[in-house]
Structure formats: C-alpha cells, structure tokens
C-alpha cells in the first residue's frame, strides 16, 4: 500500500512543509505556513492533511552540531506531540542538523518548503537502508 508521508520544518515565524509517498521515497516541496499563533497555524497544517491524509508525519529536530539540545530542539518536541495529539497520527522525529547547510538560498528567500523536503528525503532514506522491503 502506497502511503503519503509529509515532512516539517518547525520555526518560530514559518513551518516548510513537505510531501512525498512510500512508492517514491521522493520528499518534494509542499507549503510555507506562516502564521504565527497556534490556532491559524494547526488550522492551515490541517487543511493540508485534509487534502492529501498523510499515514506519518516527520518532524525535523534541530541540535547543536555536537548533538546536544537547545531551545529549539524542545520547541519542535513540543510541535511534533501537539501534531500527534491533534491529528492522531504517528510522529518520527528527524536529525536536521544539516538539513540547512545543504540548501544555498538568496537573502530573504523563504526556504522552509525545500528544507522540510531535505529532511523528509533524509527520513526515506534511513528507512530504505534499513528495510530493504520498501518502508
């Protein structure tokens, strides 16, 4: 069975959004939510799920290069619990490390869709390697 899986990148003023399904493994760019408050941002990320009823979502978790935690490590555990909650579907949480390094953008150039996309592929790819049935 073909399953749609979408991908987040959680930042405090826009949430990337991405997709892509089981057959592919191929995470491509989907949507920038830019509202701030909860409300208007779990109401967009809704309509989304609403359109394309993802079966998991993946939430990229940023760390200091050394692995460590910081503060926005906690803000996208708490994100990911509250789109579990909300949606009732099943979270994986990502290492996003560099899932920034890898995208060379232009001043002021909203990103957050492509980096989302980074790190859904990155959560394909852990998940080919370690299954070698598909997903």
Not at 40 to 53: D, H, K, V
Not at 86 to 99: A, G, H, I, K, Q
Request: net charge neutral; proline share 4%; charged share 20%.
């Amino acid at each position: 069975m073909i399953e749609i899986v979408f991908g987040f990148d959680f930042g405090i003023k826009r949430i990337g959004i991405a997709m892509g399904n089981t057959l592919t493994a191929q995470a491509q760019p989907l949507a920038v939510v830019k509202a701030i408050d909860n409300a208007t941002r779990f109401t967009q990320i809704g309509a989304l799920i609403e359109q394309w009823r993802p079966t998991r979502l993946v939430v990229g978790e940023p760390r200091h290069p050394d692995g460590a935690e910081h503060e926005m490590t906690l803000r996208c555990q708490r994100f990911a619990n509250q789109l579990h909650g909300r949606f009732n579907l099943p979270v994986t949480l990502v290492d996003e490390r560099y899932s920034s390094a890898v995208i060379s953008a232009k001043r002021g150039e909203v990103i957050d869709d492509r980096a989302a996309a980074i790190i859904l592929q990155q959560y394909f790819d852990d998940h080919a390697h370690h299954n070698n049935h598909g997903l």
